[in-house]
């Protein structure tokens, strides 16, 4: 049967196969309480759906408004704003006890009382919780004391948010930063990591939407290092250039591209 687990103004409504999340209106249950209808009616309109995972919680708690769960797979999860967070998979059937913020560690006990504990940091709660709420000048306060291992996780977590230029003055890894330069039409950072990692692939994405923003000289630079013929005779082709289409021509058959020898 469903549940609820309410803190301050928020729930968690938990179903055969998924949960939701929920803000709590108290003054529409306090009413029903004063007239002893709580019993007869869902007081449906005390709940405005914030969100829904279609995971089932075996067990879980909230640390302000996240939600600390473990599922019937038996992953140990945190959800925030929709938002969610796998910490680790458990090898074994665990209940959540508590979480101790001095430690930033949440325990858990088996059926046999052995008790582990994993880490999750209330900064990063804190810092996800106040983007969340739109509270960016609070965030970027918190940011300093998040630490280095988790800023990729955490420039991910902007992007899904919206924050994609936040999102890149903080990612680490390369190909997530790539992805971030071709959302922004950032060509001058996107060239800096082709250039870095050497990739033919970054290079040639770089030269397409080069082509569709116009900048052709760009375009040509950058298709010539991914060896990208079809791209480089678009271009020429486009511009009339005969002689630079004759070069292509003799180089594509020396490679044996006859698609672009013809």
Known sequence: ?????????????????????AE???????????????????????????HEVNERVHSGL???DCFIYNTAQWRLNYVVGGEVTTVCHLDRPMYLMGYQTAQDRVYLIDKDFHVVSHTILLTLIEYKTLVM????????????????????????FLE???FPEKALG???????????????????TALQIARETS?????????????????LALAESCLSQADDLSGLLLIYSSLGMAGKVEELGAKARKGGKNNVAF
């Open 133 to 156: 709420r739109g509270d960016m000048e609070g965030a970027d306060e918190l940011f300093p004391s998040l630490p280095q291992d988790s800023l990729n996780g955490v420039a991910q």
């Open 1 to 21: 049967r469903p549940h609820a687990a309410a803190v301050e103004r928020l729930a968690v409504v938990e179903g055969a196969v998924a949960h939701f999340a």
């Open 170 to 188: 903080i990612a680490t890894d390369p190909e997530f930063r790539f992805e971030l330069c071709m959302q922004l039409g950032d060509l001058d």
């Open 62 to 64: 909230w640390v302000g």
């Open 199 to 215: 990739s033919a692939t970054k290079f040639k994405a770089i030269g397409d939407l080069s082509m569709q923003s116009g900048q």
């Open 160 to 162: 899904s948010r919206g």
């Open 24 to 50: 709590v209106d108290p003054c529409v249950v306090e009413d029903e309480i004063d007239a002893a209808e709580l019993a007869l009616r869902r007081v449906e309109e005390a709940f405005d759906l914030e």
